[in-house]
């Protein structure tokens, strides 16, 4: 069964750190990982989708990498911003594409 | 504007009484998806369904069915609540997903359910 962890569960730093976000899963077998980012009440929005056979994909200040081999995705955040203050979640899709697996999230705030 | 609706946004009910949420999507998208969301337990996948009258249980589907017979709209039917639904519910649909697509899950604003 595909386990997906999120290291740190909170993050607080002060305006214009980078900052990298950590989800592990324990599945290689995958179609895809994507991050999304959920505010207060709100839904998901999603942020950067990377497919199993990419090694990153960067949005803005945002990158995203993949190493399947070792069951890792790290989300870089540059120059982080009071606005980026909310939560943070990985999601993989399973091989079958019809299952997907999310982290509990790492929640961060961007202090001014 | 490419979005996925759910209705309502917030529900109290009493254990027993039958509901459903209503999901629909307007892009043509061939997966759906429910899931719940809990303190402590993060967003779980109740059902999913691939494609119109093709529907298959997440991790956990007891206690909730869903139905598939039109590619827009995919309701989550509980047929007979208990407290322990009382959960955040959230409505996703994408294309199929394949190693050659990029088609990102697309999440609805969530439907908060109480149930007395």
């Known amino acids: 069964k595909q386990e997906v962890t999120q290291i740190p569960a909170a993050l607080s730093v002060p305006e214009g750190e980078n900052l990298v976000l950590n989800c592990s899963f324990t599945?290689?077998?995958?179609?895809?990982l994507q991050w999304f980012r959920q505010d207060p009440g709100k839904g998901l929005t999603s942020l950067l989708l990377?497919?199993?056979?990419?090694r990153e994909q960067t949005s803005g200040r945002l990158n995203a990498s993949l190493d399947k081999s070792s069951g890792r995705s790290t989300l870089y955040i540059a120059a982080s911003q009071p606005g980026d203050s909310a939560t943070y979640l990985c999601?993989?899709?399973?091989?079958?594409?019809?299952?997907?697996?999310f982290g509990d999230g790492t929640t961060l705030t961007v202090k001014p | 504007e490419a979005q996925v609706t759910q209705n309502p946004r917030y529900l109290i009910t009493v254990t027993g009484k039958k509901l459903t949420v209503t999901c629909s999507q307007n892009?043509?998208?061939?997966?759906m998806s429910w899931y719940r969301q809990d303190p402590g337990l993060g967003l779980r996948q109740i059902y999913y369904?691939?494609?119109?009258?093709?529907?298959d249980k997440g991790d956990v589907p007891e206690g909730y069915k869903v139905s598939r017979k039109e590619k827009r709209n995919f309701p989550l039917i509980l047929e007979s609540p208990s407290p322990n639904q009382t959960s955040l519910y959230f409505c996703?649909?994408?294309?199929?997903?394949?190693?050659?697509?990029?088609?990102?899950?697309?999440f609805g604003s969530g439907t908060q359910l109480s149930v007395l």
């Open positions: 369904s691939m494609n119109v009258e093709v529907t």
């Open positions: 996703a649909s994408s294309y199929r997903a394949d190693p050659f697509t990029n088609e990102k899950l697309l």
């Open positions: 599945d290689s077998a995958i179609y895809n």
């Open positions: 990377i497919q199993s056979s990419q």
């Open positions: 892009m043509n998208h061939e997966y």
């Open positions: 999601a993989v899709r399973r091989t079958n594409a019809g299952k997907s697996t």
